[in-house]
């Protein structure tokens, strides 16, 4: 199987993903309806109005007043990219923005009292988890390590946003060294996409220079049983905490690591 960086997935969609961030970047129009493109959606931007549901009710149960004193400013996360929204309460928004609202307050939580100043996020998709934490969390400096063709989108979409975007670093994976002392370490899915070589080496570049890690780990993929025991057994040999009060609300195949030092 062809690898594109160590992304360990079927070759014909990482290709089809490759191509349309190109696209994305070269063409305007393409950008402005990215998020409803389908080979976009093959890898990003594919939560559906069930899952969002899910989504909502759990911020209803654990964050409900932090969701509607900062609805707005989520909300801009739609203004871009022409996602699907879909009626969740008294009003529209995006699946998948839901879902970043739900890992921001899953952080809020994790992060309560302490200082979060660098950030580094593996695989940071179009830069929404980005934009969506900056609500809750006054970085300094947010570090995004990801596909070159990956970090291009980001940077255009992030552009957006000029609050934050002068905070914001792109990082190409093939260029990756080792970063210290970070805060707060995030990565949705895109580690466990990963064969485990290029796992182990974001762990010994990034992840065990972290205070603060936050995993969602996919256990739909090959192989990924021993992959995740082998990053969960570095973690805890390097010293880490784990916390298990925090999960998925939807396959419950997908495993949220979080581990503090």
Known sequence: MENFNGWDINP????EYIDICNKILEDDEVF???KVLPEYNVILEHVDFELGQKYFDHIQEVGKEIYDENLDQFLENDLIGNPKQFVYGDGKISPTTLRYIKNCLDLSSICENEEISKVVEIGGGY?????TLSVLCDFD????VDLSEGLKVQEKYLKNFSKIYSKIKFIPCERLDSISDIDLLISNYSLSEL?????LNYYDKVIKNSKIVYITYNLMVDNVYDNYNCIVSKLKDDGFTFYNNYSEC????????VAKK
């Open 127 to 131: 830069g929404g988890l980005c934009k």
């Open 12 to 15: 014909n969609d990482a290709k």
């Open 141 to 144: 400096e947010y570090i995004n």
């Open 32 to 34: 402005s309806n990215f």
């Open 250 to 257: 939807g396959n419950t195949k997908n495993i949220i690591i």
């Open 195 to 199: 064969d485990i070589q290029s796992q």
